[in-house]
């Protein structure tokens, strides 16, 4: 049997992702008992053991991780599909208005770029409604997945473009944010090396997959907390040049000589026939 059910693969998904069949019912709102049997079924059509089944508890197979990676992206394709086809028939949006795009965005990111862009497509005839939706580190990618939003702004080596069409708009340096009264804040620049390990200011560390990377400095989850942990000088951070325009009086920004430059790309699911969506990327690639 090649073909699966959503039901299937979403029962599967919760189970894989808990680890816990009773965990996985309550999610779901169903009963233990056929979920189990539910999984049993799905393993007997595919001819292989999704799951280790033991005392110990639950584990997944090298074939429970491949059907967890593609039951993920199938769900997600799923529910864009729907949100994206609803949105393009004005299933969610008052009778007589614009169509609409929702573009993600990294909430204070490349702010100059997005206004210009903003205007520019406000600007040609029969421009749809562009609805901002600001997102935290790395979620523009997920909210384009599982069709929250139409096209998002995407910054490397920051995102991961995998996946999807994307055309580069911007190319900018990176500088250090320091405390203003910091003794490296008053240098024209600095390398990596002169920001990287300093005992008394350690580099603030955002997630990664939902985990934090391993490192002494603060774990910060949004741009004011960062703000607030640099100007009370607790830590310092390596950002794109375009952040400035969210710097506070108490912090100070130094260029970087040495660090790997930070691209803006626009970004959209693949094989799209939205007219509306190709009218702004090609107004963004003019700019």
Not at 19 to 27: I, P, S, T
């Amino acid at each position: 049997m090649d073909t699966l059910e959503t039901r299937e693969l979403r029962y599967f998904v919760a189970v894989a992702e808990e680890l816990h069949f009773g965990h996985a019912a309550e999610r779901l709102g169903i009963a233990q008992p056929p979920l189990s049997r539910a999984i049993q079924r799905l393993e007997r059509r595919l001819g292989v053991s999704l799951l280790d089944r033991n005392r110990r508890g639950v584990s997944l197979t090298g074939a429970g991780e491949v059907l967890l990676h593609e039951g993920r992206a199938a769900l997600h394709a799923t529910a864009a599909a729907a949100r994206r086809t609803r949105r393009a028939g004005g299933a969610d949006r008052p009778e007589g208005t614009r169509d609409r795009l929702i573009l993600a965005v990294k909430a204070a990111a490349s702010q100059e770029l997005l206004r210009k862009l903003l205007d520019a497509y406000a600007a040609q005839p029969g421009a749809a409604e562009i609805e901002l939706l600001p997102c935290g580190i790395g979620e523009q990618e997920q909210l384009l997945r599982d069709g929250r939003a139409d096209v998002a702004l995407m910054q490397t080596p920051f995102n991961s473009l995998a996946g999807f069409d994307s055309e580069e708009l911007l190319t900018e340096g990176r500088i250090a944010v320091l405390p203003a009264g910091h003794p490296l804040a008053a240098h024209k620049t600095l390398s990596l090396a002169d920001v990287t390990d300093v005992p008394d200011l350690p580099l603030a560390r955002w997630p990664r997959d939902g985990t934090y990377p391993p490192g002494p400095g603060p774990e910060v989850r949004d741009q004011t907390q960062l703000a607030q942990l640099i100007a009370l000088g607790r830590a310092a951070a390596i950002c794109p040049d375009s952040s400035r325009t969210w710097l506070w009086a108490e912090h100070a920004a130094v260029p970087l000589t040495d660090a790997p430059p930070v691209i803006t790309h626009i970004a959209w699911p693949p094989h799209s026939r939205s007219r509306t969506l190709a009218q702004l990327i090609r107004t963004a690639v003019e700019l």
